[in-house]
C-alpha cells in the first residue's frame, strides 16, 4: 500500500489517501506509521472538508460513501482486513474514514482522539471490540452504524465524560444511556438512568424493554428499534405511559412510539399529536406496515410526523374532521399529508379531506406533482 500525506503543520503530518496496490485482497492487518519524513502523524483522513451533514463523504481509501443508499465505501481489495493498527501520535480522524472495511474485527482509538467523527467505521460489519480513546468528549452511535457484532467496547475509568458499563455507553454519572452495543440481547436500563438519548436502542438485539419510572427523558426516537417486540412502563412513572400499543407523553398526548404488531398500528385514542419525533418500535420503518389506524382524539399533525417509509401502507383516519397541522418548517404543511399512500375516510368525509390536502399544499411550486391524495377511499 502506498500511502500519500498531505502538508499540515510544520511538525505534523496528515494522511489523507491510502492508495491500495494489491487486489488480491490479501492485506490482514492495516499499520499506519508514527512518523513521516520526521514529522508526527496526527490525521488521518480524506482532504475534503464535506461538513457535518453532508450526504456524501470519501474513505481515506479515496471511495465515496452515501448513507442513504446503503453505500458504505466498500473496497473487494480490502476484503480480508481485520484488523487496524492507528498510532498513538493521531488526534483526529475524517467523517467515514474507515467505512466499508467489513471484515475489521477490532480496533483501539488513540487516547488523543477527542472525538470520532460521523460513520468513521460505518459498515464495519464484523467488527466486535472497539477500545474508544482516554479523552473522548464526544460520542455518537452514528459513528459505528452498520456494525451489528460490537459485543465489547472499552473505555478508560479515568474518562471524565463517559463510561462504558454491562454493554452500553453511558454519561459518567450514568443519569444519560447513550447506546446499547449492537451484540447486546438483553439490558435492564440501570437505576440512576433518567434520561435516554436519541437512537441508543436502535441497533441492540433485545426483543424487550421495560421503561422505569426513573426515565423521565426520552430523547427523539430513543425508543426506535426493529428488534424490540414489547415494551412495557412503569405505571409510577411521572411523564410517559403506555396504552396498546402507543407510548406517549402523559401531559401533551404527543406519540413517542408505537410498538407493530401483526404488521399493523393502532394509534391510542389517548394520543392527541403525531409529531415529527414519533416512531415506530418492532419493525423496520421501510417495512411493509400493512395499515395504520389513526383515532379521532388525534387533532394535530406536524411536519415529518409520518413514521413509515412505505407507499402501500393503508392510513385511516376515523374522525370526520381531518387534524389540524402543525408546519414546524414554514410552507412545508404538505409533508405531513400521507398523499401517496392509500388513504381511507369515514363515509361522507372524502369531500372534505380532500380539500383539506388541497387546501395545504405550495401551487406556487413547480415540483410539486400532487397537490391532493393520490389515492382516498372512504370506508
Request: glycine letters at 4%; one cysteine or more.
Amino acid at each position: 500500500m502506498k500511502q500519500v500525506s498531505n502538508k499540515y503543520k510544520k511538525k505534523e503530518a496528515w494522511i489523507y489517501q491510502v492508495k491500495v496496490n494489491s487486489k488480491k485482497g490479501s492485506t490482514k492487518t492495516l499499520k499506519f506509521p508514527s512518523k513521516i519524513k520526521g514529522r508526527k502523524v496526527t490525521k488521518l483522513g480524506w482532504t475534503e472538508d464535506m461538513g457535518e451533514d453532508n450526504e456524501f463523504y470519501r474513505t481515506i481509501f479515496g471511495i465515496w460513501v452515501e448513507e442513504a443508499h446503503d453505500c458504505d465505501g466498500y473496497m473487494y481489495s480490502l476484503r480480508k482486513t481485520q484488523k487496524l493498527i492507528i498510532p498513538k501520535t493521531v488526534k483526529e480522524l475524517t467523517n467515514c474514514c474507515f467505512s466499508g472495511l467489513r471484515a475489521l474485527k477490532q480496533v483501539t482509538i488513540p487516547s488523543g482522539v477527542k472525538k470520532i467523527p460521523r460513520s468513521a467505521f460505518y459498515g464495519c460489519r464484523k467488527l466486535k471490540s472497539v477500545t474508544l480513546p482516554k479523552k473522548l468528549q464526544e460520542f455518537d452511535r452514528e459513528v459505528f452504524a452498520d456494525c451489528p457484532a460490537i459485543s465489547e467496547m472499552k473505555l478508560s475509568k479515568s474518562n471524565k465524560t463517559y463510561k462504558v458499563e454491562k454493554g452500553a455507553v453511558l454519561s459518567k454519572d450514568g443519569k444519560q444511556l447513550y447506546w446499547v452495543l449492537p451484540a447486546k440481547k438483553k439490558y435492564t436500563i440501570s437505576s440512576k438512568t433518567s434520561s435516554i438519548d436519541t437512537n441508543a436502542l436502535r441497533d441492540c438485539k433485545m426483543k424487550k424493554l421495560v421503561l422505569p419510572a426513573h426515565v423521565i427523558d426520552l430523547k427523539r426516537y430513543a425508543l426506535y428499534s426493529k428488534n424490540i417486540k414489547k415494551i412495557t412502563v412503569d405505571t409510577t412513572n411521572p411523564v410517559y405511559a403506555k396504552d396498546g400499543q402507543c407510548i406517549y407523553k402523559k401531559a401533551t398526548g404527543e406519540l413517542i412510539t408505537a410498538v407493530v404488531k401483526n404488521n399493523k398500528i393502532a394509534i391510542s385514542s389517548k394520543v392527541t399529536i403525531l409529531n415529527e419525533n414519533a416512531t415506530m418500535t418492532g419493525a423496520d420503518n421501510c417495512a411493509e406496515l400493512e395499515r395504520v389506524d389513526i383515532p379521532e382524539s388525534v387533532k394535530t399533525l406536524e411536519t415529518y410526523w409520518i413514521f413509515f417509509h412505505n407507499l402501500s401502507t393503508k392510513v385511516y383516519f376515523h374522525s370526520k374532521t381531518p387534524p389540524q397541522i402543525n408546519a414546524i418548517v414554514p410552507g412545508w404543511q404538505y409533508a405531513a399529508i400521507p398523499c401517496f399512500n392509500p388513504v381511507y375516510v369515514p363515509q361522507g368525509s372524502k369531500d372534505i379531506y380532500e380539500k383539506w390536502a388541497e387546501d395545504h399544499f405550495r401551487f406556487d411550486e413547480k415540483d410539486v406533482n400532487c397537490i391532493g391524495i393520490e389515492k382516498l377511499y372512504t370506508f
